[in-house]
Structure formats: structure tokens, C-alpha cells
């Protein structure tokens, strides 16, 4: 028998992450969030929105949303479906916004635990905090619990590499700051989490960088799984008796599980305060070279004429060398693609939500300027990894010139965030053409003072209007 199966017979290994954070998770109160994790908390809570929002009005989601209404009707404890102006059943919202958050590719996210946190918990909590009534400060600490769990198994268990993150470890974080909102105690949270451990997707890599759009609705899984995790512990489901945690990310779908870093500074270092905000509409991996190329087109004056180039070199760390594809077949696989990404960024100036959609896509200037670029693996910058994310890009012009320039990190990165004005100015630029200048505004300031809310549901009601 292989070393990673135990008998039933054998006693269950005692798990001391496992309680001690249960524990934690349970005993946790609002008073005890440091003033930045309340901060932060609150920004991914509006960023979460705004992308959700926007990305609520893409065809394939507008269309889910209808047929989702047609089976499900409105019964039953409904939520705000965000940018949708409807309300349907909580666990079909949370489905829907967990859905279109990520289908812009700007939501924000955690490059420790190589993937997005928030967006598998923003909705969950959402949906849980309106049918209860949870005050502010409730749903602030639900979201930084749930954020904190999820992107700690992330950090702790390298998921295989033909996996996609979304839909895995998110699961955990969306049913833990549900069980947070209804106040459950640390067995009741130990139950909670080993069944949520054992219900993330099978996911696939190739997903993204296919163009499988599929991937998009993962993470709307998690949300939904994250609701109805809470409802089968109340009614009398448990988990395996051991670390059901430990068992999938252990021996399942991860490789070098290091259960120590689950607690490690535990309440003093908090994964939601050193998150990442994205400005550019695209992968994070395509992030440091667009940054490079930001600094190249200053260089140069502010713009490239497309027709001036003759090629683009990028030399970059393992993950952003895979996203190589010059022919995208849609929206995602775009986003997804170094070289149509940085081809539309000197076409239309930026990596604009529109610069990825079906016109730009088709635009033969971008199209010939994308089959220009090279993309190569350089193993001194992804020896750089998790903390750093390097690329460097030279573009050389018919001219004979050569710009170069070089980032380090990403903009919006823990090592070079982003203002509070700046990630702002993102949410009013993607909310704003969905919800209008006033109730644009009006959810903003609901967010920013959300822990001194006695309700939640005054901003769900603005979102649901």
C-alpha cells in the first residue's frame, strides 16, 4: 500500500494548524484587525465590485445571467446580482459575480499565494452578510478571514503546474468567511474547512491559455460551493476525521505541502494587506513587460508608431515565457498572450478593457505587430519568484534604434503599490459606465465606510438597484 494511503482503520494524524487555526478563526474579533487590514479589506471589497460589475456586461455572462433567472426564478433568499440590476437565489449570485470578476482579468489578487483571493470570497460573503443582516464589521472580517485561509494554502501547497489556481484553494476561503458571518465556533470551522478542502475543481491550465473561457466560471464555483458548504455542516454533513486539507494539497493536487507556513505569524501577518491591485486588463504575468514597455514609450516620447517597429523582444520568468501565443482566439486567450498584449498597448495606446475586445483583435496592424514579438524564458529572472516578477523588453525599430527598459516587479505589487487615489480612480473607471456617475460614487463611500455600518444591506440594495 503506497505511503500517501492510510487504512481506515488507522487513527486520524493529529493536525496542529488545523486547530490552532480554527481556533483563531473563531476567537478572531473586528477590534482585532490591524488599521491597514481594515483598509485593504475595504478596497478589495470596492475593487471586487467594480470588476464584477464590469465584467457582468459581457455577452456570455449577460446571456448566463438569463438563463440562470429562467431556471432558478427569484425565490428564495435572493442577492444582488452585480452590474445585472437583479436579485436571484444567493448561491446563483454568488455563482454570477464569482463568474464575471473574473472575466476582465482585473481583479485583484496575492502573488505569494499565485492566484486571486478576493474574488472567491468577495461574493460569497456578500450573498451571507445580506440574508443575515451582518454589520460592516462583520463582513470585514469575514473577507479578511476568508482571504487569509485561502491564500495560506496557496503559499503553503505549490499546486501542480497543469493546474489553474481559481476554483482550488479559494473554495476554502469563501466557505471560512461564510462560517465567519454566521459565527461559527472552532469545531463547527474545522468541519467547515475539511469538506471545502475536498470540493475544489479539477482545473486546467490550458484554460487560459486556450481561450477556454470555462475558466472564467471557476472561481464563480467557489463562491457558490462556499455557501453551500455552511448549509450542509448545519444540516449535519462532516468531513474526514483527519486534515482533509492536508490530504488533498498533500497527496491530491499539490506537490511540497508545508503545513507550518498555515500559522506562521498568524494574526500578525495578514495575506490582504500585501495583496496586488491591477490597472492592466490582461494576466498579471504580462504585467512587468507592459510596465517595461510603459517606460520604453516614454522614452520615445509618449508613443510608438506601430508601422516604426520591426521587433519586440521580451526575456522573462518561466510563467509570463508560457503565455507566447501570437494568434488569440478571443478575449481571454488575449489576455493571456505577451505578444497581442503588447502589440495592442502601442496600437491603442494602453491594455485598455476595449484594447482586448473583438475589433482589437481583428485589427491587422496589431495582429502583424503581435507576430513581431519574441518571448523567452530567462532562468535568472524566474529564479526572482514569488517576490519579484522581471521582464525585460527591448523593441527594436526599422530605424536601427533599440529601447530597452526593464521592471522588476508589477505595478499595483506589494513592493510598488499602487495610492489609495489610484486604485479608486480604477473602480470609478470600470463601475462607472455601468452604474452612472451618482450610485457610482454612492457605492464607493458605502465601501470605504463599511465597518461603521450597522447593516450590510443598504450596500447590497445599492447594488442590486
Partial sequence: MSAAVRPASAAPEPSAWLEAWCRFAADLRFEDLPRDVV????????????????????????????????????????????????????????????????????????????????????????????????????????????????????????????????????????????????????????????????????????????????????????????LRVWEMAEAGFVAEAGDGVATVYGTVIATDFRPELLTEDLGTRWEIARNYFKRHAACRYTHGALDALGAIVAQAGGRIDPDAVASITVDTYVWAAQLDGQDPRNMLAAKFSLPFALATSIVNGAATVEAFREGARNDARTLALAHTVTVREDPALTAKLPGLRPARVAVALKDGRVLTAEALTNRGDTEDPYTAAEVAAKYREIAGPVFGPDRTEAILSACLAIDAAASVRPLCDLLAA
Fill in 39 to 226: 483598509d485593504r479589506t475595504r478596497q478589495v471589497l470596492f475593487d471586487s465590485i467594480g470588476a464584477i460589475a464590469a465584467g457582468a456586461q459581457e455577452p456570455e455572462v449577460k446571456g448566463l445571467t438569463e438563463r440562470l433567472a429562467a431556471l432558478g426564478g427569484s425565490g428564495g433568499v435572493a442577492t444582488a446580482v452585480i452590474g445585472a440590476d437583479r436579485r436571484l437565489p444567493a448561491g446563483t449570485a454568488a455563482f454570477l459575480n464569482g463568474t464575471a470578476g473574473t472575466t476582465l482579468e482585473l481583479d485583484e489578487g496575492n502573488q505569494f499565494a499565485r492566484g486571486h483571493p478576493g474574488i472567491h470570497v468577495v461574493p460569497a460573503a456578500l450573498a451571507a452578510a445580506e440574508r443575515l443582516g451582518s454589520s460592516g464589521r462583520d463582513l470585514v472580517k469575514a473577507i479578511a478571514l476568508g482571504y487569509e485561509i485561502g491564500a495560506r494554502v496557496g503559499i503553503a501547497a505549490k499546486i501542480l503546474p497543469t493546474m489553474h489556481p481559481h476554483g482550488t484553494w479559494g473554495t476554502l476561503g469563501a466557505a471560512v468567511a461564510v462560517a465567519s458571518l454566521h459565527g461559527a465556533d472552532a469545531a463547527r470551522m474545522r468541519e467547515v474547512i475539511g469538506m471545502a478542502a475536498t470540493l475544489g475543481l479539477a482545473t486546467s491550465r490550458r484554460t487560459m491559455l486556450e481561450g477556454g473561457t470555462v475558466r472564467n466560471s471557476f472561481a464563480g464555483f467557489s463562491n457558490e460551493i462556499g
